[in-house]
Nanobody, 123 residues
């Protein structure tokens, strides 16, 4: 599986963005998928995860109620809908796949990563 993230950009506080992560490979539907972000000078942190079927999702507290993770296995795509964006959401956002299909918040548990897409939120 290879991952390609897109959809980042420069927006104002309160705006919305939708990130996409397109996957290649036949086994995408069996993987848990996660979105992580990394701000300058900070460690990569968990944002949201979704299980293989899309039936279970988890979010970091900072984005609950504002971000929504979803997937369409037929399209080999995972999305992160980000609403009510805040300046503190500014970071490079990465999608990642866990071939063991666990629902982990730890970046080290994910074995496949996309290239990242920059999200910048101005105040």
């Amino acid at each position: 599986v290879q991952l390609q993230a897109s959809g980042g950009g420069l927006v104002q506080a309160g705006d919305s963005l939708r990130l996409s992560c397109a996957a290649s490979g036949r086994t995408f539907s069996s993987y848990s998928m996660g979105w992580f972000r990394q701000a300058p000078g900070a460690e990569r942190e968990f944002v949201a995860i979704i299980n293989w079927s899309g039936g279970s999702t988890y979010y970091t507290d900072a984005v609950k109620g504002r971000f929504t993770i979803s997937r369409d296995n037929a399209k080999n795509t995972v999305w992160l809908q980000m609403n009510s964006l805040k300046p503190e959401d500014t970071a490079v956002y990465y999608c990642a796949a866990d071939s063991r299909s666990a629902l982990s918040r730890w970046p080290s548990h994910y074995d496949i990563w996309g290239q990242g897409t920059q999200v910048t939120v101005s105040s």
